[in-house]
């Protein structure tokens, strides 16, 4: 576990990324105060270790039921990743494979001051000589449709409703990644867009899924299930779909009831269901459930309760997350965690979908999709490469 200043880190990552949810009235006259890394081998609990340096550096996020106002002065608030093993670590789960991506920590809190005046980032770096080599995946399609005949089976023994298969993928560079990862951000429908960096790593992100967030005075997660291209007859085809919708309402009960175990007793509602959302060139299914937060609760145990998302594990959690550690190969690095921020009044943290993390060698990629029992191995291949495909076309845009 390390905690170092700002001289410790790139400078790029303090004066060019752009942290999601970060407030924007404070963008661009944020400098970087204070940094925790911790990695699972460290031990001990990452949603505690975040809020304790949280609070050391003037951040309390011990109450979340109670108004706080943002500061105009001083310390704004803070940058906070969390990987999906991080969060399956928290939820007392398997973590799953090892991470393609050793170089990235699994929990990552950037405290972030307002500068007196406006901060002048360091000048841009040329996209001269960036190069992407070829995407290598991490499991072939047939060994993909074998892992979702195999959640198939697990359903039908009634291990598991439903689970989040993921596959890697990894393509050596040269030159910069940062720029290339921060132009994720510009991807249509791209919520969570924006980066974060540290010594020998960087991720970028493109999500449109909310994980959590605190607004007037509520907590919200819109859950993500049901994917179809973005066309007249797409729309049609998954506003008609029974699977995408069974798939869905699944997700969504499991997220109210992740909501419940922190909420004001009664308070859980469902404001938006089965809503229709663009992403790039695919249609895709989100519901918006919020919930008032119970008296006392911090953000470590908020992060406990809604960590990892019920959107990328399963129904039930615990026992999606055994399929996921028995049949992905490969470590979910920065895929399928939390980015985002926190602070006084303050809390949008986003689920990393669409993602991209970059190492000293290779970018890495991860998708997937949610499995039931209708699912068609061969669907659901191709719904994960089109999922990838614009993150893919725009990290290799020179």
């Known amino acids: 576990m390390s905690g170092n200043g700002p001289d410790g880190v790139?400078?790029?990552?303090?004066g060019m990324t752009v942290v999601p949810g970060a407030p924007p009235g404070c963008r661009g006259r944020l400098v970087e105060r204070a940094r925790l890394e911790w990695r699972l081998a460290d031990g001990g609990d990452p949603a505690d270790l975040a809020q304790e340096f949280l609070a050391a550096h003037g951040i309390a996020l011990h109450d979340l039921a109670r108004p706080a106002a943002h500061q105009s002065e001083g310390v704004c608030g803070a940058a906070l990743y969390l990987s999906a093993a991080a969060g399956a670590h928290t939820a007392g789960g398997p973590t799953g494979a090892s991470t393609p991506v050793p170089a990235l920590p699994d929990l990552v809190v950037v405290v972030h001051q307002h500068a007196r005046g406006p901060v002048v980032p360091?000048?841009?770096?040329?996209?001269?000589?960036?190069?992407?080599?070829?995407?290598?995946?991490?499991?072939?399609?047939?060994?993909?449709?074998?892992?979702?005949?195999a959640v198939r089976a697990a359903i039908g023994r009634g291990d598991v409703y439903q689970v989040n298969l993921v596959g890697h993928a990894a393509a050596p560079y040269a030159g910069d990644p940062l720029p290339a990862l921060a132009r994720l951000a510009a991807l249509p429908g791209a919520r969570y867009g924006g980066t974060l960096a540290g010594l020998g790593w960087a991720v970028g992100c493109a999500s449109p899924e909310t994980?959590?967030?605190?607004?007037?005075?509520?907590?919200v997660t819109r859950p993500i299930k049901g994917t179809r291209p973005a066309t007249a007859a797409g729309r049609r085809?998954?506003?008609?779909?029974?699977?995408?919708?069974?798939?869905?309402?699944?997700?969504?009960?499991l997220e109210r009831n992740d909501l419940a175990r922190v909420a004001r007793t009664g308070s859980v509602r469902v404001d938006d269901l089965f809503a229709v959302r663009r992403w790039c060139d695919l249609w895709q299914a989100e519901s918006t459930v919020s919930a008032a937060p119970a008296d006392g609760l911090g953000l470590a145990a908020l992060l406990r309760a809604v960590c990892p998302g019920g959107s990328v594990t399963g129904a039930p959690k615990l026992a999606a997350l055994a399929q996921i550690a028995a049949l992905e190969?490969?470590?979910?690095?920065?895929?399928?965690?939390?980015?985002?921020?926190?602070?006084?009044?303050?809390?949008?943290?986003?689920?990393?979908?669409?993602?991209?993390?970059?190492?000293?060698?290779?970018?890495?990629?991860?998708?997937?999709?949610?499995?039931?029992?209708?699912?068609?191995p061969a669907a659901e291949v191709a719904e994960a490469a089109a999922k990838a495909a614009p993150v893919r076309a725009l990290l290799a845009a020179g």
Request: net charge negative; charged share 20%; glycine share 14%.
């Open 122 to 149: 360091p000048a841009a770096r040329p996209a001269a000589g960036w190069w992407l080599g070829d995407w290598r995946d991490s499991w072939t399609p047939r060994q993909h449709a074998d892992a979702v005949a």
């Open 237 to 253: 085809e998954l506003l008609a779909s029974a699977k995408e919708r069974a798939e869905h309402v699944m997700i969504v009960d």
């Open 10 to 14: 790139e400078a790029l990552s303090r």
């Open 329 to 376: 190969p490969v470590g979910r690095g920065a895929g399928m965690g939390a980015l985002g921020w926190v602070g006084p009044g303050r809390i949008d943290l986003g689920l990393t979908i669409r993602t991209a993390a970059a190492d000293a060698e290779r970018l890495h990629l991860w998708a997937g999709g949610g499995i039931t029992w209708g699912s068609d």
């Open 211 to 219: 994980l959590i967030a605190l607004e007037g005075g509520r907590l």
